[in-house]
């Protein structure tokens, strides 16, 4: 079966500070990634994607980094806020389907 | 734009009634649509993945007969979870893509129910 894994289940970092989470993924032919963010009791919601012809997207705060040498993929956040305290979800796409991982819960101290 | 609903966002009733959950994409047409199920603190797990006006396709494990999927338009797909039990108590997520394969996935909010 797929394995998309997290290095860190849990997170914490000072407001302000930029914050870097980690996903491992296991298929090499997985050609489309999407972090997600999800806050308490809500659905996911759509962050940034990256397909697999990249190694750096940029948004709005986020940027997410493709390594698939090492079949890594990390999203940084910069200047971290209270509200961007919730779990993060990698989704790896093998061309059948989407896998996600096990999340990062982030918790920002202000 | 890209938004999806879900309807109920909680429910609670008893051991043995049907319940049925509706997923809408407000601003888009959803060829596909998809069902999750989560557990607390847990990632989501596909049930199903349903297609505009075809069956669904069900996840290895996910019973048919229990967990009733259509999508009869391209806005509207709804999950009924039969004869409820309180094992079937989790959160359940859907999600609905514009286009088949690598398309974005956007999730709804997502509706709580518990068993009692």
């Known amino acids: 079966g797929e394995s998309v894994g997290l290095h860190l289940p849990t997170l914490s970092v000072q407001e302000g500070d930029n914050s870097i989470i980690n996903c491992a993924y296991s298929n090499s032919a997985s050609d489309y990634f999407i972090w997600y963010k999800q806050e308490s009791g809500k659905g996911p919601q759509f962050i940034i994607d990256i397909r697999s012809n990249m190694d750096k997207r940029q948004g709005q705060r986020v940027t997410v980094l493709l390594n698939k040498t090492v079949k890594h993929l990390s999203l940084q956040i910069a200047a971290t806020q209270p509200g961007d305290s919730a779990v993060y979800f990698c989704?790896?796409?093998?061309?059948?389907?989407?896998?996600f991982g096990t999340g990062t819960s982030l918790t920002v101290i202000p | 734009g890209a938004v999806v609903s879900q309807h109920p966002s909680r429910v609670i009733c008893k051991s043995g009634t049907s319940v049925k959950i509706e997923c809408r994409s407000l601003d888009f047409q959803a060829t596909t649509m998809f069902w999750y199920r989560q557990f607390p603190k847990q990632s989501l797990m596909l049930m199903a993945t349903s297609n505009e006006g075809s069956k669904a396709t069900y996840e290895q494990g996910v019973e048919k007969d229990k967990f009733l999927i259509n999508h009869a338009s391209l806005t509207l797909s709804t999950l009924t979870v039969t004869s409820a039990h309180p094992e079937d108590s989790s959160f359940y997520i859907c999600?609905?893509?514009?286009?088949?394969?690598?398309?974005?996935?956007?999730f709804g909010p997502g509706t709580r129910l518990t068993v009692l």
């Open positions: 989704a790896e796409y093998n061309g059948n389907q989407f896998y």
């Open positions: 999600s609905a893509a514009e286009r088949r394969g690598t398309d974005t996935q956007y």
